[in-house]
C-alpha cells in the first residue's frame, strides 16, 4: 500500500511562513508527481500546487503564486511545499496527493491521499 505521510502543520500568524513535507518511498517519488491540495471549512477540495515525478514540470493554483513553493528533496525522499506571506485565507486541510501532475496540474489524475495536516492562519 503507498504510503504518503504529511507533516509540518500548525498555526501562524498572517503573513508568516509554514514548510510542509511529504514523505513518501523512493519509488514512489520516482513513479508519480506529487501534488498537494487543500480543503477549508465547508469548501470543496482544491488544488494547490503539483510537481511531476522528474521535478521538471510544476504548477500552481494562482491564489498562491509567489507565496508558495514545491520543491522534491531526493536526500530525504520528500516532497516539500514552502509556504510564505500566509494568509488567513490559507487556513485549510492540507493533503499530499500522488498521480500525474501537468503543467495544467493535477485535477482528476489523483491515486492516491494522505491523511491530511491542518494549517491555521490566524492573529
Known amino acids: 500500500q503507498l504510503q504518503l505521510v504529511e507533516s509540518g502543520g500548525g498555526l501562524v500568524q498572517p503573513g508568516g511562513s509554514l514548510r510542509l513535507s511529504c514523505a513518501a518511498s523512493?519509488?514512489?517519488?520516482?513513479?508519480?508527481?506529487i501534488g498537494w491540495f487543500r480543503q477549508a471549512p465547508g469548501k470543496e477540495r482544491e488544488a494547490v500546487a503539483c510537481?511531476?515525478?522528474?521535478?521538471?514540470?510544476?504548477n500552481y493554483a494562482d491564489s498562491v503564486k509567489g507565496r508558495f513553493t514545491i520543491s522534491k528533496d531526493n536526500a530525504k525522499n520528500t516532497v516539500d511545499l514552502q509556504m510564505n506571506s500566509l494568509k488567513p485565507e490559507d487556513t485549510a486541510v492540507y493533503y499530499c496527493?500522488?498521480?500525474?501532475?501537468?503543467?495544467?496540474?493535477?485535477?482528476?489524475?489523483?491515486?492516491?491521499w494522505g491523511q491530511g495536516t491542518q494549517v491555521t492562519v490566524s492573529s
Open positions: 523512493r519509488s514512489t517519488l520516482d513513479f508519480y508527481g
Open positions: 496527493a500522488a498521480g500525474l501532475c501537468y503543467r495544467s496540474g493535477m485535477d482528476g489524475f489523483v491515486d492516491f
Open positions: 510537481i511531476n515525478n522528474n521535478g521538471a514540470a510544476t
